[in-house]
């Protein structure tokens, strides 16, 4: 019922820009209802969170590390979510995952990773310093 499918990942130099997206399939009836979120995970490192978009599009939060480079969008139309990603710094490096949460209509953003129920495969990003 929900396979997400994550693309755009690859190798950007040190400043760069990429724009990674996100479709989720079939989903319907089911994208437009729930929070949805980018995570990364680099080399022996825990998952972390970097980006989450509530299910109405109306509110975003942002890692730490993130915040003023990133921006997450979506459109619940064509059930996809994109994380454009700018001012990009060797340590962006890792794994990028899209995750659907489990919280129907949720009331804010989480980022735990227990609260994500379905998980994309990932794209992996390199950025070269």
């Known amino acids: 019922q929900v396979q997400l499918v994550e693309s755009g990942g690859g190798l950007v130099r040190a400043g760069g820009s990429l724009r990674l997206s996100c479709a989720c399939a079939?989903?319907?009836?089911?994208?437009?209802?729930?929070?949805m979120g980018w995570f990364r995970q680099a080399p022996e490192k825990e998952r972390e969170f970097v980006a989450g978009?509530?299910?109405?599009?109306?509110?975003?939060n942002y890692g730490d590390s993130v915040k003023g480079r990133f921006s997450i969008y979506r459109d619940n139309a064509k059930k996809t979510v994109d994380l454009q990603m700018s001012s990009l710094k060797s340590e962006d490096t890792a794994v990028y995952y899209c995750?659907?949460?489990?919280?129907?209509?949720?009331?804010?953003?989480?980022?735990?990773?227990?609260?994500?129920?379905?998980w994309g495969q990932g794209t992996q990003v390199t950025v070269a310093s």
């Open positions: 995750a659907l949460d489990s919280g129907f209509r949720s009331r804010s953003i989480s980022r735990a990773t227990s609260e994500y129920s379905y």
């Open positions: 079939p989903c319907e009836g089911v994208f437009s209802t729930y929070t």
């Open positions: 978009i509530s299910w109405s599009g109306g509110s975003t």
